[in-house]
T-cell receptor, first 114, second 114 residues
Framework: EPEVTQTPSHQVTQMGQEVILRCVPISNHLYFYWYRQILGQKVEFLVSFYNNEISEKSEIFDDQFSVERPDGSNFTLKIRSTKLEDSAMYFC????????????FGPGTRLTVT | RKEVEQDPGPFNVPEGATVAFNCTYSNSASQSFFWYRQDCRKEPKLLMSVYSSGNEDGRFTAQLNRASQYISLLIRDSKLSDSATYLCVVNIDRGGGGADGLTFGKGTHLIIQP
């Protein structure tokens, strides 16, 4: 069964450093998403991506965040200058068609900012 | 008012029992509805979509009441492996024309006891 994959599974970084989180969505899916989950809190939407551009973004997705699809398979989330409050689990998801379709999540990257 | 509200539990239920969860959503522009399950420190896994006509998948039955803005999940003959957090999830059309992200509830924690 096709799966969304993410690397790394755990990333530790110092405050102020840049991090890039990587995702490989399911191959025939067209819509890609990033979500985050701070420990003990609910899953929160960050950004959606379609046709090589951002489709929608939440208020969390400020100028320190960016997304890219550098090639035909990878989808990345970059955080330019990490803050302590960026520590969270970051999930990538993809859906076959529109966002009304079912979204499938990757295993997540646990980001720890020290 | 929270967009998606769930009773956090925990629900402690003996193996073999039937358990029901409810969820309410506040935004009438909600278009698609889902139940996901999340195990501790893992990704949300799609359990089932929820349709107005109600739908069943094995031991799981989901119902949607659009007039009351209410979603339910029923688990029959509960198994130890059903122990998890059950997330009520909606897709809200925010009118931007793009791929809106999912809006998650905080989840209901279920513990099946032997």
């Amino acid at each position: 069964e096709p799966e969304v994959t993410q690397t790394p599974s755990h990333q530790v970084t110092q405050m102020g450093q840049e991090v890039i989180l990587r995702c490989v969505p399911i191959s025939n899916h067209l819509y890609f998403y990033w979500y985050r989950q701070i420990l003990g809190q609910k899953v929160e939407f960050l950004v959606s991506f379609y046709n090589n551009e951002i489709s929608e973004k939440s208020e969390i997705f400020d100028d320190q965040f960016s997304v890219e699809r550098p090639d035909g398979s990878n989808f990345t989330l970059k955080i330019r200058s990490t803050k302590l409050e960026d520590s969270a689990m970051y999930f990538c998801a993809s859906s076959e068609g529109t966002s009304r379709d079912e979204q499938y999540f990757g295993p997540g990257t646990r980001l720890t900012v020290t | 008012r929270k967009e998606v509200e769930q009773d956090p539990g925990p629900f402690n239920v003996p193996e073999g029992a039937t358990v029901a969860f409810n969820c309410t959503y506040s935004n009438s522009a909600s278009q698609s509805f889902f139940w996901y399950r999340q195990d501790c420190r893992k990704e949300p896994k799609l359990l089932m979509s929820v349709y107005s006509s109600g739908n069943e998948d094995g031991r799981f039955t989901a119902q949607l009441n659009r007039a009351s803005q209410y979603i339910s999940l029923l688990i029959r003959d509960s198994k130890l492996s059903d122990s998890a957090t059950y997330l009520c999830v909606v897709n809200i059309d925010r009118g931007g024309g793009g791929a809106d992200g999912l809006t998650f509830g905080k989840g209901t924690h279920l513990i099946i006891q032997p």
